[in-house]
């Protein structure tokens, strides 16, 4: 069992930056390969960015590539999401997964206009 959560969420002008955190307890996450994902109001779930247990392979959305940074700290236990040049669009409850079966609880990221 791996227990996950994310923190870091809030409400932020358009063209502002957040870093979004999720701290995992339990069975070590860096086992896992490490995801975000994001649902808006009305949408369903979607993919935002994914690193490798050992941190070296990074993808991303396309909605987010060259904004958005996953990163980890497998000392922590932590997998870090640094969003930065936010748009309105990207108004979200934002998850971390671990191996795509254990998930957070999620966190609100707001993006006013």
């Known amino acids: 069992q791996v227990q996950l959560v994310e923190s870091g969420g809030g409400l932020v002008q358009a063209g502002g930056s957040l870093r979004l955190s999720c701290a995992a307890s339990?069975?070590?996450?860096?086992?896992?390969?490490m995801d975000w994902f994001r649902q808006a109001p009305g949408k369903e779930r979607e993919f935002v960015a994914r690193?490798?247990?050992?941190?070296?392979?990074?993808n991303y959305a396309d909605s987010v590539k060259g904004r958005f940074t996953i990163s980890r700290d497998n000392a922590k236990n932590t997998v870090y999401l640094q969003m930065n040049s936010l748009k309105p669009e990207d108004t979200a409850v934002y998850y971390c997964?671990?191996?795509?079966?254990?998930w957070g609880q999620g966190t609100q990221v707001t993006v006013s206009s």
């Open positions: 997964a671990a191996g795509g079966v254990f």
């Open positions: 690193i490798s247990r050992s941190g070296g392979s990074t």
């Open positions: 339990g069975r070590t996450s860096s086992r896992y390969a």
